[in-house]
């Protein structure tokens, strides 16, 4: 059964910094293209950031050079890495499998205001 739970969001003022976890399970994690998505309300889900199983990543335009995405395969975890963050960044931030749009995790929430 596969299983995907965020954690690591809060409230932070403009400028500051998050980190956030994602566990995963179910699945052979190493084996698969990892996303960070978003959403903040009224708006549809916005991809941020992926991290291949091989090391690749991808960064969508309005985190480039503020967000970075890591994984560690030995823990199942993919991690997303926010500083300078902006007011417009407020959301809930979900993973996935690259692709997928099942088994959502109940996201981790994060608001960016002073």
């Known amino acids: 059964q596969v299983q995907l739970v965020e954690s690591g969001g809060g409230l932070v003022q403009p400028g500051g910094s998050l980190r956030l976890s994602c566990v995963a399970s179910?699945?052979?994690?190493?084996?698969?293209?990892m996303t960070w998505y978003r959403q903040a309300p009224g708006k549809e889900r916005e991809k941020v950031a992926h991290?291949?199983?091989?090391?690749?990543?991808y960064y969508a335009d309005s985190v480039k050079g503020r967000f970075t995405i890591s994984r560690d395969n030995a823990k199942n975890t993919v991690y997303l890495q926010m500083n300078s963050l902006k007011p417009e960044d407020t959301a809930v931030y979900l993973c996935?499998?690259?692709?997928?749009?099942?088994?959502w995790g109940q996201g981790t929430q994060v608001t960016v205001s002073s």
């Open positions: 996935n499998r690259e692709g997928r749009n099942d088994n």
């Open positions: 179910g699945f052979p994690f190493r084996l698969y293209t």
């Open positions: 991290s291949t199983s091989g090391g690749a990543t």
